[in-house]
């Protein structure tokens, strides 16, 4: 099994699907040279596979990439020699950071030695396997997951209101089509954005009043449908519309706690480099969200700085990322006037735990802000939809009288 990133020119590079900027990932690399293809999405036969070679203890988010994994490596023809897998790590108490040492160790079981395991390092700036592609390499991965998330942002936007079935999906994978093309091709993807956005105008829609739903929760399972058992789905059937934290918010984090390590550190070359990478950062989400100013709610995410600040009160900041996310952003929903939160954990999960514990106190505070915590184990729960009609029939009641009395509070 090998790290070190050598002859990854020659190589397909394999990505895990979590979600659909698993697309624009895939397209960055064949943008850079890198042969690269996104694995199957997560179904079924994933979770056999994962189960029969961990332990069933993992994190759910590594057992079902464990299980996409293995999938591919029993298909005929699959030549370990010229197959790379895409795992990006994190640093912290999260078990996410150990998710490539599980999968060598499983891999190495079952004799695959040769297959090589990509693991960028944030710290070496992705040097370490594209070279001297590396700036384009990072700034188009950022570009093309807001790009995605925009996408995926005006699909839920729409889709609950559109008036002939099936024609929100068509549109947004026409221009996910749209935005990987870009991508691989070297055009503007400002431009391409504001296509899409005219795109989406066009759906006619009824004239509707729904509460809004916020989704927040554990990166891989909030946005991952087979893992989450189609909540975003269940939620519209239910009449709602629902708002999730984007995948790219998790950068956005890190390129804060690189801003604030550096101050703590009076690195003044690092406090320089991260002012650079939030400027450009905050550049690219402002002008790709602004063709899609008239129909998104929102121009552009909450500031990192005030979800923390949300969150502050009620958690020690050095936890850890997902925990404190989780709770700032369900404060920043509930100040928005949503309607609901859904909170969504894998088992085992240990940052879900942790808002677990302290989601009585924050909604006390909220006025008791409908609010639900919904742990996942990849069987299809019978009760789940009972539960959500439940949480949706509060959530009505709040749109209606609810955050009228927080306000005035
Ligand atoms: S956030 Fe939870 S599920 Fe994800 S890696 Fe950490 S402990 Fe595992």
Redesign the pocket.
Known sequence: MHHTNTGIFNKKVYIPYMSDAAYALSATFIRCGIDASVLDEPNESTLNYGLKFTNGN?????FVTTGDIIKVLEKPGFDAKKSAFFMPSSPGP??????NRLHEMVLNNMGYDEVEFLVPSASKSYTDFVGDKAFLFRKLAWQGCVSVDILEKALYRVRPYEINKGETVSVYKECLDLVTDAIKNGEDLYETIKVCAGKFENISRKDEERPIIGIVG????RVNKFTNNFTIEKIESLGGEVSVVPTYKWITFTTYQYAMNAFKNKKIKDIFLSFLVNYYQKKDEINMFKPFGKLLRHHKETSIRRILSYAKKYINLPIGG?AILTVGESIDFAKKGYSGVISI??F?????AIVQTISKKFREDLNNFPWINLWFDGQESANLMLRLEAFMHQAKQWQETGYAVLEAA
């Not at 993992?58 to 590594?62: A, I, K, L, Q």
């Not at 554990?218 to 399972?221: A, D, M, R, S, T």
């Not at 085992?348 to 879900?352: D, L, Q």
Request: charged content about 15%; proline content about 13%; glycine content about 8%.
């Open positions: 993992e994190c759910m988010p590594c999260c078990k996410f950071g150990q998710y554990e990166i891989f399972l997902e954990h894998p085992h999960c240990m940052p879900g």
